[in-house]
């Protein structure tokens, strides 16, 4: 019987996690990866990357500016929207990126503008499930936080509360 190797654990954590947590995991094939995910963690999509050959699995979200924010977004806004999104992906400890569509970057439609990705990994010495519970939050929170930037920046309403009659407390079932 061959023994599991680090990156085998890690595939079967990644996915039986995501699982418990009640989260589809969509396989995705990739010749560059030992292992590629698509999850839809709370309000965003994300994929889970093990590179070839890497100790480590990267963790990551790529979020496109709508076109209703692009009409808003004067190259002077652009640029007030990058920096603030970069000054928080440093205090929050993620890495971040902006990315622009390039002609003949995708089959189908163009994509709709211009977006940033914002990620992080976690190594295999420092892996666990409360790890990764605690790279998705935070990543996830820096998506949400760096969208409030742009609806601030564009003057856009941000998600609307949800109304309800309902008074008392709230249970998580």
Avoid: C
């Amino acid at each position: 019987m061959m023994s599991k190797t680090p990156s085998d654990i890690a595939k079967q954590i990644v996915k039986d996690w995501f699982s418990a947590e009640g989260i589809k995991v969509e396989t995705i094939k990739n010749p560059r990866a030992e292992f590629l995910f698509k999850v839809k963690f709370m309000r965003f999509f994300f994929t889970v990357v093990r590179p070839n050959d890497q100790k480590y699995i990267q963790i990551e979200s790529q979020v496109m500016i709508s076109p209703q924010h692009m009409k808003l977004l004067t190259a002077e806004k652009m640029k007030t929207f990058q920096i603030t999104a970069m000054k928080y992906s440093f205090s929050a400890d993620v890495t971040m990126g902006f990315v622009q569509p390039r002609p003949g970057q995708q089959r189908g439609p163009k994509p709709p503008g211009p977006g940033f990705v914002v990620s992080d990994r976690i190594y295999d010495d420092a892996f666990s499930e409360d790890h990764l519970w605690r790279t998705m939050r935070k990543l996830h929170s820096a998506v949400n936080m760096v969208i409030t930037v742009l609806n601030e920046i564009t003057g856009q309403p941000g998600a609307k509360p949800q109304t309800t009659t309902d008074t008392g407390p709230s249970y998580y079932t």
